[in-house]
């Protein structure tokens, strides 16, 4: 893996969770909205949708760079529009990261011949 696409990888990841805690938050606002006199569904609305948006272009980067299957870029973003899709999402890319760390490893060492 080059360092352009471990890049794309981590920003990625580094979006997901934030994303997923302020999808969660404005589910929470739009609660209180209704139920009490507290009213941060503006402000939460445009911090999730900076966030969501930064991860869409994270997204489409990493699918370029990465070369995805059309399923694992489908599940990505599915997993962005769920609300605890984001943690999901981290989790997987961290494994996919540490995976790809140990294959480069491995073949820097010479025990497989790429």
Do not use: Q
Request: include cysteine; proline fraction near 3%; charged fraction near 20%.
């Amino acid at each position: 893996m080059d360092i352009k696409t471990a890049t794309a990888l981590r920003r990625l990841r580094l979006v997901s969770a934030p994303e997923a805690v302020s999808f969660l938050l404005l589910l929470v606002c739009s609660v209180l909205k209704r139920t009490t006199e507290f009213n941060a569904v503006p402000v939460m609305g445009a911090v999730h949708g900076l966030l969501f948006v930064l991860y869409v272009i994270f997204w489409a980067d990493a699918w370029n760079r990465a070369r995805w299957s059309a399923g694992t870029g489908v599940l990505y973003f599915v997993l962005s529009v769920l609300p605890t899709g984001g943690f999901f999402a981290e989790r997987r890319l961290k494994r996919e990261a540490e995976d790809a760390v140990v294959a480069s490893r491995t073949v820097a060492e010479g025990a497989v011949k790429a």
